[in-house]
């Protein structure tokens, strides 16, 4: 019959059947080589047979050293007793023996290896400033424990000498004491229980003084009833926070149950037979389900973090809208008690009717600076090589005094001096007078009229194609590069209407800046093919004439289009715009000539904007 044997302590053990030498574990010099012991962990069995029906003769050969732990036993009795020197399985054990002996040291790596990716990432999140940072510094600190106990566990393959096995052995017992230790403390902070100094230290103690008890004295009694305890602690600690549970917690929960389970498992499987291949596997589960349990925590909690402050800004967003609403109606509010006021109170009209007119010669002379600018560009260059040429033609009087003037006789020197100082009085007085009409240029742009005109017949198709082309050509006098296909559709027996050639010709100026802005910034983001458009069409409708001044530039949402004829809105950056440029044309179409003003858009399509005048 296929049998095993394998021995269970450090002990040298010869194996003898009927007097025949089976096999050895370890050396007991009984062959002449030096002694050596026997390493005890993660051995295979060494097969033998034997026959059914007969009798058989066992002796044992055992050479052992006292141990330097205790001068009173031996080594074999230190770790593990007499009792397991030799023993004697059958085919299924003998397998298993196999299976163990070539998994443990994958569950010792598995163990490490978990324990130190964990221990890495929780220090990295201490090191960011996250959130809960003490309660991931006790993750961490757990964790870097777990990993110096895994590799005390991981040098058990190496077959260390039996010193340095014991050694190894207790420290890692210890260390795996006081990181299991750890969880139940951080279990306290992220459950908010209110702990202490002293609770802390109780934990730690009961926890590092069962594994210490454990590795000293050779039995699991006390490292059972301090996680017993644990265990207790855990279920205490859940009834006190049942109704705190919630989210992100639910994993630490899962965790505790897990380990208890995976825990209660192994106890079961060691007591049902003590080779069982799936031992392996519940002390991994044990080992590692609740510090899994917390890295699944931390990134769940820090999505209810994310999910929070996204809450807040919404919250915040919202507040704000509210504000603004408000604000915008308190804003109506004054503006009502300002009219009802201002048509109480004569002066305070005339005050604002004088100020209305301020506005309007502000927006005149914007809009005859953007007409003069080809014009100014003009007169300015020649005017800048004036004062530049008298600057530089003092420069080589000056240079001219310093080096062949120096050459020439005495008796020529005096009229020489004479004739450059006339010349350089000249060149001053050409600088002077320059700067004096370059001021003079840029004053005529600072100025325009600031009297209304007087009504009078006009005809609004040429005027309307007047202002398209002075626009078009003072935009291409600043930027010579742009081209627009400008297109006209004039009603041809329109006839004459009375109105303010002037104001109306500041209307449609502005619109037609409006669109050619709205063009060109659409040129600067649509590809290529694109082609800007201006079209300014005039007709009859209703007893009304219509101009309409349309482009295919960018369009307004609706809510740009509802604010564009309040003062002082604009799209515009603040170098650009004022914000009154329709709002004035607003009020010259509707308060100077009875008429309307209307814009229809759509985004990234374009606008029409409609001046309706009565005929009348």
């Not at 919250?315 to 009502?336: C, P």
């Not at 303010?500 to 669109?515: C, D, K, S």
Request: proline letters at 4%.
């Amino acid at each position: 019959m296929q049998l095993g044997v394998f021995s269970y302590c450090w002990a040298a053990v010869d194996l003898y059947v009927d007097g025949r030498l089976i096999t050895s574990f370890g050396n007991t010099g009984a062959n002449g080589r030096p002694y050596a012991e026997h390493y005890p962990y993660y051995q295979k069995a060494a097969p033998f047979d034997l026959t059914t029906g007969q009798d058989h003769l066992i002796a044992l050969h055992v050479v052992d050293y006292v141990s330097p732990f205790s001068k009173n036993q031996l080594k074999a009795q230190l770790e593990g007793g007499t009792s397991k020197i030799i023993r004697i399985v059958g085919p299924k054990t003998f397998n298993w023996l196999h299976v163990n002996a070539r998994l443990s040291p994958v569950y010792s790596a598995i163990w490490l290896t978990v324990s130190f990716l964990l221990a890495t990432l929780f220090w990295l999140l201490v090191f960011q400033n996250l959130y809960e940072r003490s309660l991931i510094r006790l993750l961490a600190i757990g964790e870097t424990l777990l990993v110096f106990a895994s590799i005390g566990l991981m040098m058990e393959v190496l077959e260390p000498a039996f010193i340095y096995e014991v050694i190894v052995y207790r420290i890692s017992g210890v260390l795996l004491g006081v990181a299991i230790a750890f969880l139940p403390i951080t279990l306290l902070r992220v459950l908010n229980y209110p702990s202490s100094r002293r609770i802390d230290s109780f934990i730690i103690g009961i926890s590092v003084l069962g594994s210490s008890l454990t590795a000293y004295t050779n039995t699991g009694l006390p490292s059972s009833l301090a996680t017993v305890l644990q265990f207790l602690f855990f279920f205490a600690l859940l009834i006190w926070a049942r109704k705190k549970i919630k989210g992100a917690l639910w994993a630490i929960v899962t965790g505790a149950f897990l380990t208890i389970a995976f825990a209660l498992g192994y106890a079961i499987l060691q007591l049902s037979s003590f080779f069982n291949p799936h031992l392996g596997y519940a002390a991994t589960g044990f080992f590692l389900s609740l510090p899994l349990s917390f890295l699944v925590y931390i990134a769940l909690r820090f999505k209810e973090i994310v999910a929070e402050d996204r809450a807040k800004a919404v919250a915040v967003v919202q507040i704000t809208e509210e504000k603004r609403q408000l604000l915008a109606t308190q804003n109506q509010r004054l503006e009502q008690q300002v009219e009802t006021r201002t048509a109480q109170l004569n002066q305070s009209l005339i005050d604002l009717r004088a100020t209305q007119a301020q506005l309007i010669q502000k927006e005149k002379l914007a809009s005859l600076g953007e007409l003069t600018a080809g014009v100014a560009h003009e007169i300015q260059n020649p005017l800048n090589f004036v004062n530049n040429f008298a600057e530089v033609s003092t420069e080589l009087i000056d240079e001219l005094k310093e080096g062949p003037f120096q050459k020439l006789p005495d008796s020529e020197k005096g009229y020489a001096d004479e004739i450059l100082g006339d010349l350089s009085s000249n060149l001053q007085k050409i600088n002077h007078h320059g700067g004096r009409a370059s001021s003079i240029v840029k004053g005529m742009l600072e100025h325009s009229r600031t009297e209304s005109g007087e009504r009078r017949p006009t005809d609004l198709n040429a005027l309307a194609d007047e202002y398209l082309k002075i626009a078009y050509h003072g935009l291409r006098a600043k930027d010579k590069d742009f081209n627009a296909d400008l297109k006209t559709n004039f009603m041809t027996d329109l006839g004459r209407i009375e109105v303010v050639p002037q104001e109306i010709g500041r209307v449609l100026l502005n619109l037609y800046n409006n669109a050619f802005y709205a063009v060109i910034k659409k040129q600067k983001l649509a590809p290529s093919g694109y082609q800007p458009t201006v079209t300014v069409s005039t007709h009859q409708f209703n007893g009304q004439l219509q101009i309409r001044v349309s482009d295919n530039g960018t369009g307004m949402p609706e809510s740009v289009k509802a604010k564009i004829f309040q003062p002082f809105f604009t799209t515009k950056p603040t170098s650009e715009g004022t914000g009154l440029g329709l709002s004035l044309s607003y009020d010259i179409v509707t308060k100077g000539h009875g008429g309307t003003l209307t814009a229809e858009s759509e985004p990234n399509q374009g606008t029409v904007f409609t001046i309706a005048l009565p005929l009348t």
